[in-house]
């Protein structure tokens, strides 16, 4: 079956300093892979994704994703956090169990970032 | 959110109650999905639809139903069927719903029970 964890409810930083929130996923064959953020009552914005080719990706607002085919994972990473990073960030794979036509995404539970000032 | 409207933002049901939350696009997009979001389980599918007149089920359906009239509408209603449904209801579209397009979402409506 198709899923992705994200292992961490929290993660807390200080500002200033690298982050990292991590994410694994389970698919058969080749992963389509996306990282979301949500402010507090607001719907989901779009980082970045992997679709295919290198396997680090930039995205918006200084977010990067480091793909490992190896370890499965898709770590979501920033050199230098920001008090305004605070959010609710969901990584998701999308579903080949739906067929090739339909994008239908698959979320983990989600990781609240917390930048301390 | 740009692109993606919801309205209301806040919608209270009361018991035996239908109510109907909106959702339009102007970004021409084919595909539209609707996700629910509770706490600490992620989002979950209820609908989706990949060309006007025609929608599926996702993972969660039941209690829930949903109309494809329009490219740019796809509003969900939530009927008195579906016994617990305070939560936080997204929007999202693509282009076409092809595997490496990126679903971008709507603000969302909270739905709270009186």
């Known amino acids: 079956a198709q899923s992705v964890a994200q292992p961490e409810d929290q993660v807390n930083v200080a500002e200033g300093n690298p982050l990292t929130v991590k994410c694994t996923y389970s698919?058969?064959?080749?992963?389509?892979l996306f990282w979301y953020v949500q402010y507090p009552n607001r719907g989901l914005q779009f980082l970045l994704k992997y679709i295919t080719g290198d396997n680090l990706v930039k995205g918006s607002y200084g977010f990067e994703a480091e793909f490992n085919k190896s370890q499965t994972s898709f770590h979501l990473k920033k050199p230098s956090a920001l008090v305004s990073d605070s959010a609710l960030y969901f990584c998701?794979?999308?579903?080949?169990?739906?067929?090739?036509?339909?994008?239908?995404?698959?979320f983990g539970t989600g990781t609240l970032l917390a930048v301390q000032p | 959110d740009g692109g993606i409207t919801q309205s209301p933002k806040y919608l209270f049901r009361k018991e035996g109650q239908n109510v109907t939350l909106s959702c339009e696009q102007n970004?021409?997009?084919?595909?539209m999905y609707w996700y629910r979001q509770d706490p600490g389980q992620g989002l979950r599918l209820i609908y989706y639809s990949q060309i006007v007149n025609d929608f599926q089920k996702g993972d969660i359906a039941e209690g829930y139903s949903v109309s494809r009239e329009k490219k740019e509408s796809f509003p969900l209603t939530v009927t008195s069927a579906q016994k617990n449904p305070t939560a936080f209801y997204l929007c999202?579209?693509?282009?076409?719903?092809?595997?490496?397009?990126?679903?971008?979402f709507g603000p969302g409506t909270r739905l709270l029970v009186l």
């Open positions: 998701a794979v999308r579903d080949l169990n739906y067929g090739g036509a339909t994008n239908k995404l698959i």
């Open positions: 698919v058969s064959g080749n992963p389509y």
């Open positions: 999202a579209s693509n282009l076409r719903g092809l595997p490496q397009e990126t679903q971008y």
């Open positions: 970004l021409n997009h084919d595909a």
